[in-house]
């Protein structure tokens, strides 16, 4: 069975500060990867995604995310944050072999400071 | 279009008693989930249905945990008896299909409190 390990569960940045999210997950066959994040108040939803093809994905609002296959990781990553990227960051891994079954890291809960 | 939609949004009972989610999934998605979130930690897949039969519900409690899709539409969890440990948000997922490719949408979530 796959899991997801997240580094930080708390991170305080101010903004304008640059931002990485650690995400390592242990399985041994191809996965898909995935950032979720959750807004105060609102409810989950995608950030962006990794199925195959260029390691460097481009998700929404400045985001972007690195698959070092290597490394198992999957980090998270964000050059200039805003204090509007206060929110919960959740990584997910789905194994190929195992459906659409999304197994959730713990979560990090990033606050920026205005 | 319209998102996933739960109710209630909130719920407090005793342990030992009864309680009933409900989600409606994104018009014409397939498949359904039911994640559970302890605070503090990520979603857990509890079950998952394509149309209304179930695909995996390995990690469903089932001595108190059942959930029913019977339409293939809207779905229900139901916890009975309560116990304290199941104090979490209960999150419904949609997607269109069950593919691994396939993004799933959250609802806002059922937050249950068991005192």
């Known amino acids: 069975a796959q899991s997801v390990s997240q580094h930080n569960h708390h991170v305080i940045l101010s903004e304008a500060a640059s931002l990485e999210l650690g995400c390592n997950y242990s399985y041994g066959g191809t996965v898909n990867l995935f950032w979720y994040v959750q807004y105060p108040g609102q409810h989950l939803q995608l950030l962006l995604k990794y199925f195959s093809g260029d390691p460097l994905v481009k998700g929404i609002k400045g985001f972007e995310a690195e698959f070092i296959k290597s490394k198992f990781s999957f980090n998270l990553r964000k050059p200039s944050v805003q204090w509007s990227d206060t929110a919960e960051y959740f990584c997910a891994v789905n194994a190929r072999n195992a459906g659409n079954m999304l197994t959730f890291g713990g979560g990090t809960r990033l606050m920026v400071k205005p | 279009e319209a998102g996933v939609a739960q109710s209630p949004r909130y719920k407090i009972i005793e342990k030992r008693q009864s309680v009933a989610f409900w989600c409606n999934p994104i018009?014409?998605?397939?498949?359904l989930y039911w994640y559970q979130q302890i605070l503090g930690q990520g979603p857990k897949l509890l079950i998952q249905?394509?149309?209304?039969?179930?695909?995996?519900d390995s990690q469903l409690p089932k001595d108190r945990f059942s959930a029913e899709r019977l339409k293939g539409v809207d779905s229900t969890l139901k916890i009975q008896p309560a116990k304290l440990e199941d104090s979490a948000v209960y999150l419904c997922?949609?997607?269109?299909?069950?593919?691994?490719?396939?993004?799933?949408?959250f609802g806002p979530g059922t937050r249950l409190l068991v005192l």
């Open positions: 249905f394509q149309n209304n039969g179930v695909v995996d």
């Open positions: 018009s014409g998605h397939a498949t």
């Open positions: 997922a949609s997607s269109r299909t069950g593919t691994y490719q396939e993004t799933q949408y």
